[in-house]
């Protein structure tokens, strides 16, 4: 089956910086729909960012203006450039992928709508 691996977690100041990356293991190819979501303590599962496999990206309201979402589709593996940090985006990051299935109208895509799921990097921001 698809395993996702994510790293480039890590602990900033408000206002850094960070690039964790996801990772899919194994020959196939993913070429569908990949997204990032993120979740806080007592918090639901919320979305990014996403990118189809045209490279058409999609943002989150909070998020908007800081991160930029990429793929390098050769090595199957997507990336989350996070500037200006910010306490409130303190969370788990998620990978989420399709191996064909476009993103759609509706975006960002909805938790529902991934079918492959990585374990997850810890993102902290100090104030």
């Known amino acids: 089956q698809v395993q996702l691996v994510e790293s480039g977690g890590g602990s900033v100041q408000s206002g850094g910086s960070l690039r964790p990356s996801c990772a899919a293991s194994?020959?196939?190819?993913?070429?569908?729909?990949m997204g990032w979501f993120r979740q806080a303590p007592g918090k639901g599962r919320e979305g990014v960012a996403d990118?189809?496999?045209?490279?058409?990206?999609s943002y989150g309201d909070s998020v908007k203006g800081r991160f930029t979402i990429s793929r390098d589709n050769a090595k199957n593996t997507l990336f989350l450039q996070m500037n200006s940090l910010k306490p409130e985006d303190t969370a788990m990051y998620y990978c989420?992928?399709?191996?064909?299935?476009?993103?759609?109208?509706?975006?960002?895509?909805?938790?529902?709508?991934?079918?492959?799921w990585g374990q997850g990097t810890q993102v902290t921001v100090s104030s």
């Open positions: 989420a992928a399709n191996l064909y299935d476009s993103c759609g109208a509706a975006r960002p895509r909805e938790r529902a709508g991934f079918a492959y």
């Open positions: 194994g020959y196939t190819y993913v070429g569908g729909c």
């Open positions: 990118i189809d496999s045209d490279g058409s990206t």
